[in-house]
């Protein structure tokens, strides 16, 4: 069973970018979609990207033009890359990968934006 494991978040300036990492423990390649979820107090929790096996990508609103979803199937590794951040990117951010009837999730890691 594939495990996920989330690194790279914490606090940052308002304008300030930061890059999230997502190892899976073992390969994902043209198995699973991969998504990025994130959680703010008192919120839903929120679909934010997600990527194919194939490379296709999809962004919610808020974040497109600013967040880059990738992924590395050789290395088992999916990344977010959050540009111009702005204090209600502020959350805990979920790595997910999903396929039919699997859904696994990352332990989560908080992203904290604020002077």
């Known amino acids: 069973q594939v495990q996920l494991v989330e690194s790279g978040g914490g606090l940052v300036q308002p304008g300030g970018s930061l890059r999230l990492s997502c190892a899976a423990s073992?390969?994902?390649?043209?198995?699973?979609?991969m998504g990025w979820f994130r959680q703010a107090p008192g919120k839903q929790r929120e679909l934010v990207t997600s990527i194919t096996p194939a490379g296709r990508t999809n962004y919610a609103d808020s974040v497109k033009g600013r967040f880059t979803i990738s992924r590395d199937n050789a290395k088992n590794m999916v990344y977010l890359q959050m540009n111009s951040l702005k204090p209600e990117d502020t959350a805990v951010y979920y790595c997910n990968g999903n396929s039919l009837l699997i859904n696994i999730w990352g332990q989560g890691t908080q992203v904290t934006v604020s002077s």
């Open positions: 073992r390969s994902i390649f043209n198995i699973y979609t």
